[in-house]
């Protein structure tokens, strides 16, 4: 009798922590995702409550990351700071890797030039190995001038995140588009 109501208590224990991990992902899940379309209308304080939520909800290295970009976006580079070194404490997200590396070249190169050229250095060379977009040359130009336009270098670093996290997005729902490729042996499908 013992045995089995242990047994029991074990398994109602184990349901509800099931049940618990599941809602709490669907709040992280649906958080981000309104969280990202209110920040590309640039509704920034919006977009922040949501992430801020995700994060309660779940603590990772995108929620992280997208509160590093919102701080960014309203000038308070200080927090900006803050949650890019949250979102670097673990292993980027393999869709938002770009998104965390990107960001954190563009926040240090308004804090410290220095710190800030290390930044674009790294967030070059793991780009570069993703077969990126040619507009990758020119980030590289300015590295190697030492001349960064920042308003030129946010557009070329959004425009190329933007562009992996779609084709990822596709190839990680229906593995098709350019990452495709690699699977099919070097053909893209789908595209």
């Given at each position: ?30 958080d ?15 977009a ?7 994060n ?53 190169l ?15 060379d793991?780009y ?22 920042e ?22 729902t ?18």
């Amino acid at each position: 009798m013992r045995k089995t109501l242990r047994a029991g208590i074990t398994i109602i224990c184990c349901i509800v922590g099931l049940v618990a991990c599941a809602t709490t992902y669907r709040v992280y899940s649906v958080d981000l995702f309104e969280g990202k379309k209110l920040l590309a209308r640039k509704d920034y304080q919006g977009a922040r409550a949501y992430f801020e939520q995700a994060n309660r909800a779940m603590p990772d290295s995108v929620s992280a990351t997208y509160l590093a970009v919102v701080a960014y976006k309203t000038g308070d580079l200080e927090t900006a700071q803050r949650w890019i070194g949250e979102a670097l404490k673990e292993k980027p997200d393999q869709l938002c890797v770009f998104r965390t590396y990107g960001y954190r070249a563009l926040i240090y190169l308004k804090r410290d030039r220095k710190t800030g050229m290390i930044a674009l250095k790294d967030y070059i060379d793991r780009y570069g190995t993703s077969f990126p977009l040619e507009s990758i040359d020119e980030v590289k130009r300015m590295w190697e001038g030492g001349n960064i336009d920042e308003a030129r270098l946010e557009k070329l670093i959004e425009e190329q995140i933007e562009w992996y996290e779609k084709e990822m997005e596709q190839y990680l729902t229906s593995h098709t588009g350019f990452f495709a490729r690699d699977a099919r042996g070097g053909e893209s499908v789908g595209r």
